[in-house]
């Protein structure tokens, strides 16, 4: 049985506050909670209300055969409670028609899978106890990491946690002349299973699909079903692997987006030999045809699809250091405030701010940064780690003292 | 293509930026086989042989040409309508006028006369020698074959207008600063208003030293955006400066280095300073170089109470500038108004980390420099401790500095002129 696999990622960072090199260890409060709540306003007006109704839609009209899978951070998550629980209770909705899977993730969307095991396996737990209680006692059993991040050792992390699948890119680099359309094993643990994004059919309709200036616009679903029937029969499963926001943020409802998505599912299963399934279905049902080795770090980001827009420069690497070289210190302390800080401080949002790979990627990076060079991110970024580390320094400090 | 290019100064004796960008952009055309016939006022005989060098001192004027008369009248007129040159306080500006209202007549008979001894240089003389300079031009003009004229700053437009009215070239005008950088708002007046407004009009393009200056230049002056391209201004030299010199205090220096006026916006820099040295006792602030607003910021630094860690050297020269730089751990320019602003490029060089105001040209082409609102204090503030605590910002500027100081050579600025040059020779009629 031959499927497509759509999952789509849901996350906003916490965005930091214009934060002075003055306000070091005067004020411990980083977030920028004016333009956290009216970004989520924003995106949940043109995005995910409207997306997420289009999606219960589709799942009521084809009585399950439709289905999709989420993976919703637990940054974003924690500012859908806070800023939009309307949106947070379409999303109930939706996993409660038992079509939609969720996936477990790092709870802060944070690149920790590279830094610290224990920070990693912490993150995944934190993670997996906010869907639980905010889906209904829901169990996720697919992984998916902070911007597809893959590697053979991190799969093999991963499989320790218990999960039975993991997705990542289908990278060129990595696959050579193989296809994505298979599922994969990791190299480490034979029983991870992997899943390989399909980018060229992900992006016709994540990146392309408004493209004017593409010669295959506009992207019509008769246009996507006959790409989709010269896929060779014996490649079984198709991963479309996007972000959510594509439903309306990134292309606007005005390039006929949502009509595209609503006309789909009926042009798949009308003129294909396709079903849809969630990714733990997808996982399941298909033989797995080897083992993928990749044994550097992968990820879905620009054209090298490596760590480069989040590690890598100067800049990158010091924040990156610094931060990290506080995780045993903050085990120790047990104050919600510092530990919320330490959980948000991680998200990759922050490093992919400071990247400096102007001229290739330069335009994509800068439709997602709110500052005007990476430089002015790195600095408003280490002025809050500075005042953060001298709050950590002075918890530990007391506790010392209340030990002796 | 043969050109014929206006300019005030020449390296060596230069009293401004205006006389490097001229050697910057003609070593540049040299390079992509251009033919500069370069004109100036005064020639001292130890320019580099780059151009076919014109002295306008030595140029013989035959007034007996038509033409010349017609092209004297209105500059005649140009000169009685205005009476003063720039940077006259009122006092001397009223005896100048009175001077000039009363000696018309001598003014007329020297500028008349067969050759006429220019100073070259920005005195009370200046838009007397302007319009001489014109006169000599259209002699050139007439003399001299070529394919297109070429003047820089409004010095050389009654010059390119006069040299047009001649041969019928395409006239191009440069313009490296406006009027309202050097005056501020009071610039929309006056008689280098008015010429620099008759220069930009009458010129058939305009090149501007930034996107900055472009936008002046079509909502200050009236022109059409169409016939203004920006071509930056460039280094002359890309290499980096390994200097041996050492600073001799514990603490981080951080430098302003140019005219203490107001177009350079050195009073933030002070209001910064007293910011970091709260909160950061380490550092030092150094303001070198002079200028009208020295005693104000004297006084300033001293109200804030900080004398003990901001110092005034004074004019700077040669290399006293360089080992400024080099001790420098950052150098900033908040200039209010800088059409370019080649200095922190020179920082660049002595891989001195930058941070410039965002309403500065450099800004446009300088990508590895944190970039402030001249005004916005506390952001200044901000990247000023950021630079000198945050050490992998000064790293990777370092890195990054020589590779992008290649992309700024005259060479490259060069091959864009060429390409307005060739666009310009074919659409003419």
Same mark, same amino acid.
């Given at each position: ?11 906003? #960072? ?8 003055? /306000? ?63 949106v ?21 969307h ?5 830094a ?35 590697? /053979? ?9 218990g ?41 016709d ?59 789909l ?22 033989? #797995? ?7 550097? #770090? ?6 090298e ?28 302390? /047990? ?34 940064s ?29 506790l ?5 | =293509? ?9 390296p060596?004796?230069?009293s %401004? ?18 033919? !500069?016939? *370069? ?13 076919? *060098? ?33 940077y ?9 006028? &009175? ?5 018309r007549? &001598? ?5 008349? +006369?067969?050759? *006429?001894?220019?100073?070259?240089k ?10 001489r ?25 009654p010059? @390119?207008i ?14 490296h ?10 610039? @929309? ?5 008015e !010429?620099?407004?008759?220069?930009? $009009? ?9 996107? $900055?200056?472009?936008?002046?230049? !079509? ?8 016939k203004?391209?920006?071509?930056h201004n460039?280094?002359l ?5 390994? +200097? ?20 350079? %916006? ?11 040295i ?7 602030f150094? =303001? ?26 004074? *004019?700077?020269? @040669?290399?006293?500038? &360089?080992?400024?730089?080099? !001790? +420098?751990?950052?150098?900033? =320019?908040?200039?209010?108004s ?28 300088l990508?590895?420099?944190?970039k ?7 952001? =200044?503030?901000?990247?000023?401790? @950021?630079? $000198?605590h945050?050490?992998?910002? +000064? ?6 500095g020589s ?13 864009? $002129? ?12």
């Open positions: 049985m031959r499927t497509i696999c759509f999952y789509f990622q849901v996350h906003q #960072p916490f965005r930091i506050k214009p934060y002075r090199f003055f /306000d070091i260890g005067e004020d411990h409060y980083y977030w920028d909670d004016y333009s956290n709540r009216s970004i989520i306003r924003k995106v949940a007006q043109k995005c995910y209300l409207p997306m997420n109704e289009l999606l219960l839609e589709l799942i009521r009209r084809y009585n399950g055969k439709f289905k999709v899978t989420f993976s919703i951070s637990g940054v974003c998550l924690d500012q859908f409670e806070l800023y939009a629980p309307d947070l209770e379409s999303f109930q909705r939706l996993v409660a028609t038992g079509h939609v899977e969720l996936l477990s993730e790092t709870d802060a944070a690149l920790c899978s590279l610290n095991k224990e920070e990693f396996v912490r993150m995944v737990e934190s993670h997996k106890e906010k869907i639980k209680r905010l889906f209904n006692g829901y169990e996720p059993k697919v992984f998916r990491n902070t911007e597809l991040i893959y590697s /053979d050792k991190i799969g093999a992390m991963v499989a320790e946690m999960f039975e699948a993991m997705l990542t890119e289908g990278a060129k680099h990595i696959l050579g002349w193989k296809s994505p359309n298979f599922v994969y094993q990791n190299s480490v643990d034979p029983n991870l299973r992997i899943l390989l994004k399909n980018f060229q059919l992900s992006d309709i994540a990146f392309r699909f408004s493209n004017k200036t593409w010669s295959d616009y506009p992207l019509t679903t008769e246009k996507f079903v006959n790409w989709i029937n010269a896929i060779p029969q014996e490649q079984e499963v198709l991963n479309l692997f996007m972000d959510y926001e594509t439903f309306g943020e990134h292309q606007w409802a005005e390039t006929g987006i949502f009509e595209f998505m609503r006309s599912p009926e042009a798949v299963f009308r003129y294909t030999n396709f079903s849809f399934s969630t990714t733990t279905e997808a996982a399941r049902n298909a033989k #797995p045809i080897a083992k993928i080795q990749v044994p550097t #770090p992968i990820s879905w980001a620009d054209e699809r490596d760590l480069t827009a989040w590690l890598g420069n100067d800049l990158q690497n010091e924040a990156f250091t610094k931060l990290y070289e506080l995780e045993a210190q903050v085990q120790k302390i /047990d104050d919600p405030d510092i530990i919320r800080d330490w959980k948000y401080l991680q998200t990759s949002d922050h490093f992919y701010y400071m990247c400096t790979k102007f001229f290739s990627d330069g335009a994509v990076h800068s439709y997602f709110h500052y005007d060079t990476p430089y002015d991110a790195f600095i408003n970024y280490m002025n809050v780690l500075s005042d953060f580390i001298l709050r950590v320094k002075n918890k530990l400090k007391a010392e003292a209340v030990d002796k | =293509m043969k050109v014929l290019m206006f300019g005030w100064e020449f060596p004796h230069i %401004g930026g205006l006389g490097t960008a001229c050697y910057g952009l003609v070593k540049g055309l040299v390079h992509h086989k251009q033919d !500069i016939i *370069f004109v100036v006022p005064k020639l001292w005989g130890d320019e580099e042989p780059l151009a076919d *060098f014109v002295n306008a001192s030595d140029v013989v004027i035959d007034y007996r040409e038509r033409k010349f008369k017609k092209i004297w009248k209105n500059l005649t007129y140009l000169e009685v309508s205005s009476f003063l040159v720039p006259l306080g009122p006092e001397e500006f009223k005896k100048y006028t &009175d001077y000039t209202l009363h000696d007549t &001598d003014v007329d008979e020297s500028v008349f +006369s067969n050759k *006429f001894e220019f100073s070259g920005y005195g009370k003389d200046l838009i007397k020698e302007v319009s300079y014109a006169l000599v031009a259209a002699q050139i003009a007439k003399s001299k074959d070529h394919d297109l004229i070429h003047a820089h700053d409004w010095l050389a437009y010059a @390119g006069a040299a047009k009215e001649i041969s019928g070239k395409p006239f191009i005008a440069h313009i600063a406006t009027q309202f950088d050097r005056a501020g708002e009071g610039g @929309g007046q006056g008689p280098v208003y !010429i620099e407004k008759a220069g930009l $009009l009458a010129a058939d393009h305009i090149l501007a030293v930034s996107h $900055l200056t472009k936008k002046v230049v !079509i909502e200050k002056y009236g022109v059409d955006p169409n203004v391209s920006v071509l460039a280094v030299d890309a290499s980096i400066i390994q +200097s041996s010199v050492r600073k001799n205090v514990p603490e981080k220096i951080v430098t302003f280095l140019g005219r203490i006026t107001f177009q350079k %916006g050195p009073e933030y820099f002070v209001e910064a300073a007293k910011k970091v709260d909160r950061d006792p380490n550092v030092r150094v =303001m070198a170089g002079s200028g009208d607003l020295l005693n104000r910021m004297v006084e300033r630094v001293a109200e804030l109470g900080m004398g003990t860690k901001f110092h005034f050297t004074g *004019f700077l020269k @040669g290399k006293d500038v &360089d080992d400024m730089y080099a !001790i +420098s751990d950052v150098y900033v =320019m908040p200039s209010v800088e059409p370019f602003g080649i200095a922190p490029l020179e920082a660049v060089r002595h891989n001195t980390p930058v941070i410039i105001s965002k309403q500065s040209g450099v800004a446009e082409v990508r590895n420099a944190i402030i609102d001249f005004w916005d204090v506390d952001a =200044m503030a901000d990247a000023i401790f @950021g630079l $000198l945050y050490h992998s910002i +000064s790293k990777m500027f370092k890195e990054l590779e992008e100081l290649k992309k700024l050579k005259w060479e490259h600025v060069a091959a864009k $002129l060429v390409t307005v040059y060739e666009k310009l020779h074919q659409e003419q009629p």
